[in-house]
């Protein structure tokens, strides 16, 4: 047998003077009917004993409860045809049709269905059709805030039926009238017989306690339901009966949803945590190598500079150390040269090289010959001479290079 996706599942049926209960777990091969009950029910008070009744069950919050029952004192229970549509559209097929169905006047009336089975050599399917008050809803709904909570399905018993059962009586349901072959029937012609199918039906679907202990026909509701409830088209046919309000269904699938995103919340975080712990080392560590890099950096440039600077410091006492000692007279010929400018000239600059003396004179005087001058001077020799004035200044800017005479040297 396919069995849908349930795994545990509770089935009350209600009527004004009582309710009946069985409670159904999962189990390699079956169902096994873990526990029933009957209570009878105070007019005042229903929603005390469908208290004691979940409570003497025994069956827990995660359990789907079928809560099935006449919805509404002058609910209507008939089977029509309709064609093969999807659920929201033939829904709207049997709204259109119930004014013809209904031996009264349609006021404000609700419908729930479930498909029956494809009519033999027909495109066309038996539909099960539940008409119903908003008035009586309500009031089932108040009874079930003051008892059970929540429930996850609410319809008619005998919603359920397939083309091939046999004759149903719910004397619970509808005491006077009984179900077989798409009509109702006077209870007049009811034999008790007729159970036997019923009985052999549901002791090959269900592990169910002896008949000394259990009797099918008592529970009969109840077993229809969870026959709907274990069969392997229920999720199709489920949409026919979803009449329940929001807020009297458990939230299963959005705790479910809360949960798995907690847990994810959860995993990402130990991701970020894991993860993120070493980011933060390998940026730690980055930033560590980096500055270390440009500290290193640093110091080979300030060797570089020191470096260059040695050099150079390293030629000129090279250049000094290499001088020959006995031309190394360079006072004795800057006082020569000092002693034969005259008072009017002023040195403003002097470089002494090797190969040459490059002097900036600044003068005002009109007949300076410099040529003449510097001619006591045997050891040098004038190679470069410029005058410069500007505008009317009487003072001159003179550039003077002296470079060594012949077999001698500055």
Request: aromatic share 10%; with cysteine; glycine share 6%.
């Amino acid at each position: 047998m396919k069995f849908t996706s349930i795994h545990e599942f509770a089935v009350l049926v209600f009527s004004s003077g009582s309710i009946k209960g069985c409670w159904f777990k999962r189990k390699p091969g079956r169902f096994v009917l873990k526990n029933h009950l009957s209570r009878t029910v105070n007019a005042e008070n229903p929603a005390e004993d469908w208290k004691k009744i979940r409570k003497e069950l025994g069956f827990g919050s995660d359990c789907i409860i079928f809560l099935a029952g006449n919805i509404s004192r002058d609910g209507v229970f008939y089977r029509t045809t309709a064609p093969i549509l999807p659920p929201r559209a033939m829904k709207e097929a049997l709204t259109f049709e119930l004014p013809g169905q209904l031996p009264r006047e349609v006021t404000d009336e609700k419908i729930q269905f479930i498909p029956a089975g494809k009519i033999p050599d027909e495109n066309e399917l038996a539909v099960n059709t539940y008409a119903y008050t908003p008035a009586g809803l309500d009031k089932v709904t108040a009874i079930l805030s003051q008892s059970l909570k929540k429930a996850d399905y609410l319809l008619y018993p005998l919603l359920t039926l397939t083309l091939d059962d046999p004759p149903c009586f719910l004397p619970e349901i509808e005491p006077d009238f009984f179900f077989a072959d798409g009509q109702w029937h006077d209870r007049t012609r009811w034999d008790d017989s007729m159970y036997g199918p019923w009985e052999k039906q549901f002791h090959e679907i269900f592990e169910l306690p002896p008949k000394a202990d259990f009797s099918v026909r008592d529970y009969l509701g109840c077993l229809l339901v969870a026959r709907f409830a274990v069969s392997p088209d229920f999720s199709a046919l489920c949409p026919g009966i979803q009449i329940l309000p929001r807020k009297f269904r458990p939230g299963r699938l959005r705790k479910q949803l809360k949960i798995m995103a907690l847990l994810l919340g959860l995993l990402a975080f130990g991701l970020i945590w894991e993860h993120g712990g070493n980011l933060v080392r390998s940026s730690q560590e980055q930033g560590r190598l980096q500055a270390e890099r440009n500290n290193l950096e640093n110091q080979v440039r300030r060797l570089k500079n020191k470096l260059k600077a040695g050099e150079k410091e390293q030629k000129e006492l090279s250049r000094v150390l290499n001088q020959k000692p006995e031309r190394n007279n360079v006072i004795e010929r800057l006082a020569d040269l000092s002693g034969l400018l005259p008072g009017n000239v002023m040195v403003q600059s002097l470089r002494w090289s090797d190969n040459a003396v490059d002097l900036t004179l600044r003068s005002e005087a009109e007949d300076l010959n410099l040529h003449q001058l510097l001619k006591p001077l045997t050891y040098w020799k004038v190679a470069q001479l410029q005058e410069r004035r500007r505008g009317n200044d009487v003072t001159r800017n003179i550039s003077l290079r002296l470079i060594p005479a012949k077999g001698d040297e500055p």
